[in-house]
């Protein structure tokens, strides 16, 4: 991870008209008062943004523009690709299902296992997913299995060091349940910052497709030559899924975002919006760092985060929503009753749990095939 860049930054300009064919013109004479053919808020600085900051907010304010910006930590990125690929239950017969597939569990575990990760691990392991040699991969997770096992002594409970020990262990000699190895460039490029990025874009146009009850008609991209295809293949994953809902303890997901859609990649100097949004994320990024902002800027950035949905994914980002969501849940105590119970269903997955790992043993199919034993489990658990 760049020690320079620890954040990924991503925004969209959301309007319910065609912002590139209606403000192309203004646009370029923005960019036409310093020389240039686009605008690019790194390249202009505080000095000329603030020139053109007011002509900018009086165009969002007419066009009632939405705005979605979403940051991700790379380090947060790093630790949750860690913690997918060793704890998913329906891989690592050891994890146990409650610990992977209830978030506020999940949430907590993974923080716990985020505390584990140290440059060291967290270079290898980036190494080890960008791997194109499916031998290599096989090679370097019991290194990796091995290296968190010997730093578990320093999570703070008995129990947590129980949990991650066992689910270590079992990923350190069954490496080969664990599905890490990707065969092609544009399946690894899944793993990058950016397409992490978009995913949560995708996910906020969603949000203001159904806020505004109109659908989203056409996306439109910075051109990112290495990864073009890569976004094309998202766009139409997402928008051609299932709106079908799954019902987890706790969430609900739908893959299905921005169905219909039309998706384009373009050059920042053939789109209005893209060097819109770009002047915006520049200031947000300058906002995160607490810059002094002149006068004009202000008053931007001001209408920018009345109206915007932000998505932070990100170490405090994920702590504030889970305190928001789940922690009056968690400090308000139960009852005897309901104590009890929940320690019935805490055995209970743990007989299935090392009834899994019995049965890999004599078969070698990972949990997640064990269609019976699967449908068995969620039933059991959504009750």
């Known amino acids: 991870m760049d020690e320079a860049q620890p954040d990924f930054f991503t925004g969209a300009l959301i309007t319910k008209t065609n912002f590139d064919l209606v403000y192309a013109s203004k646009i370029a004479a923005l960019a036409a008062q310093f020389g240039g053919d686009s605008l690019h808020g790194k390249d202009l600085g505080f000095g000329r943004v603030e020139e053109i900051a007011e002509s900018l907010l009086r165009i969002f304010k007419k066009v009632d523009a939405r705005f979605f910006i979403s940051r991700v930590e790379k380090r947060y990125l790093l630790a949750t690709k860690i913690f997918d690929t ?149 766009h139409e994953i997402h928008s051609t899924a299932s709106d079908e809902p799954i019902h987890m303890p706790g969430e609900v997901i739908v893959f299905q975002k921005v169905v219909g859609s039309e998706f384009e990649v373009k050059k920042d100097s053939e789109s209005a919006g893209i060097q819109a949004i770009d002047i915006v994320l520049w200031l947000y990024l300058q906002y995160t760092r607490e810059a002094d902002f002149p006068p004009n800027c202000a008053r931007l950035m001001k209408y920018v985060v009345r109206h915007a949905w932000m998505n932070d994914f990100s170490y405090a980002g994920v702590e504030k929503q889970f305190i928001e969501r789940f922690g009056k849940i968690i400090s308000t105590p139960i009852s005897a009753e309901q104590e009890l119970e929940a320690r019935k269903l805490i055995e209970l997955d743990e007989v299935r749990r090392l009834e899994s790992m019995r049965q890999y043993e004599q078969d070698g199919i990972v949990p997640f095939m064990r269609k019976p034993l699967l449908a068995a489990g969620n039933a059991d658990h959504d009750d």
């Open 86 to 234: 060793i704890f998913d239950s329906g891989e690592n017969a050891a994890v146990a299902w409650r610990h992977y597939n209830i978030r506020p569990l999940r949430l907590m575990l993974a923080f716990k296992v985020a505390a584990l990760v140290t440059e060291d691990i967290a270079k290898r392991f980036w190494e080890t997913l960008l791997e194109k040699n499916e031998v290599k991969v096989q090679a370097a997770l019991p290194e990796i299995c091995q290296s968190l096992t010997d730093r578990v002594g320093e999570l703070p409970d008995q129990r947590s060091r129980q949990i991650v020990s066992d689910a270590l262990a079992w990923a350190r000699d069954h490496p080969e349940t664990l599905h890490l190895h990707l065969d092609t460039r544009q399946a690894r490029n899944g793993h990058m910052p950016n397409m992490v990025a978009f995913a949560n874009l995708l996910e906020g146009l969603e949000f203001f497709s159904k806020k505004w009850d109109r659908r989203v008609r056409r996306i439109t991209h910075e051109r990112q030559s290495e990864f073009d295809k890569t976004l094309k293949e998202w």
